[in-house]
């Protein structure tokens, strides 16, 4: 890997502008590879993608000089401007779709028999950070990949059978021919860390996983239609809400022997930002006790998972682990072990996680390792 690899996101909502921040601060003080983002491809205004990059509500300000820059010079080819951060221009393409006319919702003037294509191979894209959530099979990602990367990493759960990725837990499996991969969501990347020890040690029969978890962008601030769950469409910062997750059944894929031993349900509750994992487990070795999970989970942490484990003896709460760069920051006084009438053991534990930065970071830990496969 060349000192600096250049990359594209796709979709700049909440987790491509984390992504974006989180490349452009380690490339100020890390020695070694870069991920130089040198084009966005988003459907919004760059004088709007530009003042949320700077501002954040969850985040704070991004201490930069951020601006944009409009010229309709480049429409023809899907741009009318970008952004401008540190004095550096960055061009901000707003393509719907590679290989179709350009949108008329965009483009007051746009040409709708041209077909305009991603130009990834005119500006040396090598990786592409997908997170738009639409790009999440495989064909679809291709689109990246005739357009001239090499490699695109999706940032949310794929819908089909693209290779699945928690950094530091199945990252050794990652080989170059995979040139389309996801990154799994965020709280599948808290669960696997702190479960795959366990695992390890003592093996798991069955398991059951409840996301305490910050409400998102597919729910509503006020009571509106959700045809596919009426529970999303009541008001978010009101309301808990259960629902449905497929962060505990994806642990399959990259704890392949978990494979139908865990599910799990999701409780959406009214916080901005940072969430919690409840899991329960019957193992199938007997002998465990809190003592012992704890500081196997400790070593973990700082050994084969430093960095990506995290591990918390204090009282904190949810605000308290907003910025941690860790995918999983496991809570040691929440542990408990009960016997069953059989000699088995049930385990509780608990792992915090901020599912905005904590999953942003493993998700460029993993384009970094991505990016290492290019010439």
């Known amino acids: ?82 952004l401008i951060v540190d004095g550096k221009k960055i061009p901000v393409y707003a393509i719907a779709k590679s290989g179709a006319p350009l949108s008329k919702r965009v483009f007051a003037n746009a040409d709708q028999t041209k077909n305009v294509f991603f130009p990834w191979k005119e500006l040396g894209v090598k990786v592409v950070l997908e997170s738009t959530g639409f790009y999440l099979k495989k064909e679809l990602a291709q689109d990246h990949i005739d357009a001239g990367a090499e490699y695109v990493i999706m940032s949310a759960p794929a819908k089909d059978d693209t290779p699945t990725f928690v950094y530091g837990v199945n990252t050794d499996k990652l080989t170059p021919d995979m040139h389309v991969v996801s990154g799994a969501s965020c709280t599948t990347n808290c669960l696997s860390p702190m479960l795959s020890v366990i695992e390890k040690k003592w093996g798991v029969k069955a398991g059951f996983m409840t996301t305490v978890h910050a409400y998102t962008n597919d729910q509503t601030t006020l009571d509106l239609i959700k045809a596919k769950d009426f529970r999303r469409g009541r008001a978010a910062a ?90 999983s920051i496991f809570d040691a006084t929440e542990t408990k072990v009960i016997k069953t009438e059989d000699g088995a053991e049930l385990v509780k534990v608990f792992a915090w996680y901020d599912n905005e930065f904590s999953y942003t970071c493993q998700f460029v830990r993993l384009a970094k390792k991505v990016a290492s496969f290019v010439a």
């Open 238 to 327: 009101e309301n808990i809400v259960p629902t449905s997750t497929g962060a505990a059944k994806a642990v399959k894929l990259v704890i392949p022997s978990m494979a139908g031993r865990l599910d799990g349900i999701a409780i959406r509750v009214p916080v901005l930002d940072g969430s919690l994992c409840d899991l329960t487990l019957e193992l199938k070795e007997h002998g465990a006790t809190v003592e012992e999970i704890n500081a196997l989970e400790k070593a973990a942490s700082e050994g084969e998972l430093k960095g990506v484990l995290g591990y918390n003896t204090d009282p904190i709460v949810s605000r308290d682990i907003l910025g941690r760069t860790e995918g």
């Open 1 to 82: 890997m060349s000192n600096s690899v250049k990359v594209a996101i796709n979709g700049f909502g909440r987790i491509g502008r984390m992504a974006f921040r989180r490349a452009y601060e380690e490339n100020q003080v890390e020695v070694g590879p870069k991920l130089e983002v040198v084009a966005i491809n988003d459907l919004s205004d760059p004088a709007n993608l530009a003042y949320l990059l700077k501002y954040d509500s969850a985040h704070g300000i991004f201490n930069h000089e951020v601006s944009f820059y409009k010229d309709e010079s480049h429409a023809a080819e899907g741009t009318l401007g970008g």
